[in-house]
């Protein structure tokens, strides 16, 4: 099943190339719907993450809560990832930086996989993610 999802997945995104953006979801490129669906959950039919930076910024304070367990967790990081990829990296990364130390690092932790492993860039989110972990400020860069 995960095979045929991937396979749709690809297709969708070769069909819409042409695109930099998604349609439905203007600050979403093919790139990072692929990420989405392939490891958070996400299709274009989900409502939007954060309207506005008071929601965004009541989201990134959630990611601190320490009964965030199990399916919750998962959730947050999930909709985390969707609201990096709505709003953009240079948005994300100024609500981000008006954030506590403690929320910083939660929030980057948790989404880290966004350039990590599927390769997204996000320069000014992953500097604020590399104070807290030098030691991955390059991994998996595009370029690198």
Known sequence: MKTFLVCVVLALLSSCAHSPRDDERPGINPAEAAALTENYYWHTGNPKAVDDDAGLEALMRRSTNPKLDG??????????????????????????????????????????????????????????????????????LPGS
Do not use: C
């Not at 994300?92 to 990590?116: C, G, H």
């Open 71 to 140: 399916e919750g967790a998962e959730m947050q990081t999930s909709t985390m990832a969707l609201a990096l990829a709505e709003v953009g990296d240079d948005r994300f990364s100024a609500v981000l930086s008006r954030q506590t130390p403690e929320v910083q690092k939660e929030v980057t932790d948790s989404i880290s996989n966004m350039w990590r492993h599927y390769k997204l860039d996000y320069p000014k989110t992953r500097a604020i993610h590399a104070k807290f972990d030098p030691r991955h400020e390059s991994d998996n």
